[in-house]
T-cell receptor, first 111, second 111 residues
Framework: DGGITQSPKYLFRKEGQNVTLSCEQN?????MYWYRQDPGQGLRLIYY???????QKGDIAEGYSVSREKKESFPLTVTSAQKNPTAFYLC??????????FGPGTRLTVT | AQSVTQPDIHITVSEGASLELRCNYS??????LFWYVQSPGQGLQLLLK??????LVQGIKGFEAEFKRSQSSFNLRKPSVHWSDAAEYFC?????????FGAGTQVVVTP
């Protein structure tokens, strides 16, 4: 079964702690993306990667970091510098220039 | 400036009635256009896409959309809504190489 997996589905952290969200795809897509979703704001791009070992900042990269060591994996770290980290995080992948396919999402709650 | 506009935040429709969701974009050239659907707490599922050619595109779940260049619009339609169509719908447009999302339209289906 081809697709995108994100884990965990729910994540709870205390303020001041870094947390890493997992995203894995077996679609053989070159490009991968991280989005943040807040109610009433649609999706906002955090980071994207078009090839292994390379990634670019999106519209709201401050307080986040990523790595792309393998084609299949694109983990997102939410650092303590992110002022308002509680949100729903979505990972996506695509073949270059084509439609993006999304994972099921991770809901992060920071208290 | 908002590049992708979904004018309706919330639409209520009776089961069996027709549905039309509006999407307008700001871009000089003809973009790639998409509609996605999201059930609560889930990822986004691609309903349909437009890259070029026939301006009326068919998608999954009985949905269709029409690209109108003169109106910079890509409205989504379904002739007869089912209770399972209750969800949030996002229009997305590739502008300057980046996928931009509208804020979404919440669809409620009443018996």
């Amino acid at each position: 079964d081809g697709g995108i997996t994100q884990s965990p589905k729910y994540l709870f952290r205390k303020e001041g702690q870094n947390v890493t969200l997992s995203c894995e795809q077996n679609l053989n897509h070159d490009a991968m993306y991280w989005y943040r979703q807040d109610p009433g704001q649609g999706l906002r791009l955090i980071y994207y990667s078009q090839i292994v070992n390379d990634f670019q900042k999106g519209d709201i990269a401050e307080g986040y970091s990523v790595s792309r060591e393998k084609k299949e994996s694109f983990p997102l770290t939410v650092t303590s510098a992110q002022k308002n980290p509680t949100a729903f995080y979505l990972c996506a992948s695509s073949t270059a220039g084509k439609e993006q396919y999304f994972g099921p999402g991770t809901r992060l709650t920071v208290t | 400036a908002q590049s992708v506009t979904q004018p309706d935040i919330h639409i209520t429709v009776s089961e069996g009635a027709s549905l039309e969701l509006r999407c307008n974009y700001s871009y000089g050239a003809t973009p790639y256009l998409f509609w996605y659907v999201q059930s609560p707490g889930q990822g986004l599922q691609l309903l349909l896409k437009y890259f070029s050619g026939d301006t009326l595109v068919q998608g999954i779940k009985g949905f269709e959309a029409e690209f109108k260049r003169s109106q910079s619009s890509f409205n989504l339609r379904k002739p007869s809504v089912h209770w399972s169509d209750a969800a949030e719908y996002f229009c997305a447009v590739v502008i300057w190489g980046k996928l931009q999302f509208g804020a979404g339209t919440q669809v409620v289906v009443t018996p």
